[in-house]
């Protein structure tokens, strides 16, 4: 079973609306969080990176939340753009792994106009 | 550019043909990762350098598999025997130090197709 799992596999939203994507984790204890954007055809490009102690982090319309309790954490994407259209991947790093990163299965979101 | 560069972009080859994947990193760089995404697949870590300590193979699938990184800098991951199981798009990324909070940056990745 995959330590990080992503909902939904995907999704459909149209131009201007919001979305929320969801990660779960099962490894602990962990270093930090990130959030990557991966266009089709590219390597993933990190979006953002939270400690266990950061509840929130935000970079431009996407924010990401962290609840180091329930082990979950969320990216919202506000006022979505066609250029949103990308798989989004949650990952983990492990510091007692090696500092290695363990990968959602991503969620791919299509912005239609 | 000042990026992570991979060669060949793609790669098609024959079941049972060796192949080389090439990375050149961000240049300063001490480490080195090469992960591989499957089809349908989240991204899966195969190995990694640091410096001149020896490689984390620990994520190599099988013996066929091997990289090394001469100087410090630009990596090559070898596949002998290819099977059809090792289509899939292989990705490099660096770093400027393996604390938890570097940041990795990846390059575009190199599709590997076996026929």
Known sequence: KNQVEQSPQSLIILEGKNCTLQCNYTVSPFSNLRWYKQDTGRGPVSLTIMTFSEN??????????????????SLHIT????????????????????NKLTFGGGTRVLVKP | GAGVSQSPSNK???????????????????????YRQSLGQGLEFLIYFQGNSAPDKSG??????????????????????????????????????????????????????VL
């Open chain 2, 60 to 113: 190599l699938p099988s013996d066929r598999f091997s990289a090394e990184r001469t100087g410090g800098s630009v990596s090559t991951l070898t596949i002998q025997r290819t099977q059809q199981e090792d289509s899939a798009v292989y990705l490099c990324a660096s770093s400027s130090g393996v604390s938890s909070y570097n940041e990795q940056f990846f390059g575009p990745g190199t599709r590997l197709t």
């Open chain 2, 12 to 34: 098609v080859t024959e079941k049972g043909k060796d192949v080389e994947l090439r990375c050149d990193p961000i240049s300063g760089h001490t480490a080195l990762y090469w």
């Open chain 1, 79 to 98: 006022a979505s753009q066609l250029s949103d259209s990308a798989s989004y991947i949650c990952v983990v790093l492990i510091k007692a792994a090696g």
């Open chain 1, 56 to 73: 929130t982090k935000s970079n431009g319309r996407y924010t990401a939340t962290l609840d180091a309790d329930t082990k979950q954490s």
